[in-house]
Each structure stands twice: as structure tokens, then as C-alpha cells.
């Protein structure tokens, strides 16, 4: 068993847990939306996704984000999983990440959404 994010308790007063598939899934959003430079040890760890969201909206913008999310996915999370598509967009005050990607230890495909509403 995992320690559950972010970090709480159970009924029972012990660390809340979770399991590997959750585990996977709450690391993508650590990733997602840590900041690069907010880890101290880390600095180069995080996606930077919510500093783009106030950027002017362009198809490079996209392009680089994709690209960004892509390759940090693949650099800190590449023994764990192999995505297979990411979609990052935007809508008023919310950003949304659709990410569809297979469990290396399993063979398990999931798809999942990941969202932040900005205020």
C-alpha cells in the first residue's frame, strides 16, 4: 500500500493509504500542477501548467505545453506508466488535462481528467 494524497487520515486515525492505481494517479497531478522551482531539492520537477493559464492563448502556447507535460511525464513518471495521449485545454478560469496512459507493471490502460479551477 501507498501513502494517500495529499496527505490525511483514516477512520481509524492512521495514514490514510490508497492503492498502486490511485498511487499513479495522484503522482500525474503532483506533477501536473507543482510549479518548476517549488521543490527545493527538485527544482526542475513540476509541469509549470497553471503558470501558462493567464499566457496569451496561441497554437505554439499549446504546442509547447503538450510538449513540456509530455516529456516531464516521461522523464519523472517513465518507469510507472507510457502515455498515450494528452489533451491540455483551457476553459474561462479552469484548466483541464485529458491523459490516457498505460500501467507498465499491469498492462492497464486508464483515462483520466485532471482539472484546477483558478481563482
Partial sequence: MNIA???????????????DAR????MIEVFLF????????RPDFGSGLL??????NSPELAAALHYTIRAGLDRWLGDLIEVRSLEVSG???QVLVDIAYAV????????????????
Avoid at 498511487?23 to 495522484?26: A, C, F, G, K, V
Avoid at 507498465?104 to 481563482?119: C, M, Q
Fill in 51 to 56: 503558470q501558462m493559464t493567464f499566457a496569451p
Fill in 23 to 26: 498511487h499513479i494517479r495522484d
Fill in 104 to 119: 507498465r507493471r499491469t498492462g492497464a490502460i486508464v483515462e483520466t481528467r485532471f482539472d484546477r479551477r483558478l481563482s
Fill in 91 to 93: 476553459d474561462d478560469a
Fill in 34 to 41: 507543482t510549479a518548476p522551482g517549488e521543490r527545493v531539492n
Fill in 5 to 19: 494524497f495529499p496527505l490525511r487520515f483514516d477512520a481509524t486515525g492512521r495514514t490514510a493509504t490508497c492503492d
